[in-house]
């Protein structure tokens, strides 16, 4: 009976080390290459698509700042009501892409999520 108790405990004590001995190559393969929001290859189409026609550099059509470059974006995004604009709905005042339909959701939450990552290139 006490054996088998051992036994028990024995068993018990392996599987708690199993589990907290995570190895470095474990930990690697939670990290998905594609958490990390690039500008690259997740923002700079977004924008192209529905920004620069308007935001070029030089802007044109009125707008005031160009987003054609990561650090023009992340200055505007950093010192503007940008965000903001963004998720208003259109015909509302401020409403971006102006004259134009509202960004996906989806996209929405790429470049917010970007900019909390800290605009990773
Ligand atoms: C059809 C042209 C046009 C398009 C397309 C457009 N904008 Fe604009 N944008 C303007 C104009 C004109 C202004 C200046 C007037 C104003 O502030 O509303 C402006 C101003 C802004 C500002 C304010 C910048 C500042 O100086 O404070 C932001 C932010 C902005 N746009 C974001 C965007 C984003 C993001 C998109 C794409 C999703 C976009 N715009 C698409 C014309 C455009």
């Known amino acids: 009976m006490k054996f088998t108790r051992f036994i028990f405990a024995f068993a018990i004590g392996i599987l708690l080390w199993s589990c907290t001995n995570t190895s470095e190559s ?8 594609e958490d990390i929001i690039t ?28 987003f054609t470059t990561l650090s023009e974006l992340r200055n505007s995004i950093e010192n503007t009501d940008h965000i903001d604009r963004i998720n208003r709905q259109p015909g509302e005042g401020g409403f971006m892409p102006l004259g134009g339909t509202r960004l996906p959701q989806v996209s929405i939450d ?11 290139e």
């Open 110 to 120: 790429l470049i917010e999520q970007w900019q909390s990552e800290g605009f990773a």
């Open 26 to 33: 474990d930990l690697i393969e939670q990290v998905e290459p």
């Open 39 to 66: 500008y690259t290859e997740h923002i700079k189409p977004i924008y192209e698509n529905n920004c620069i026609n308007c935001h070029s550099n030089p802007a044109i059509n009125g707008a005031s700042m160009p």
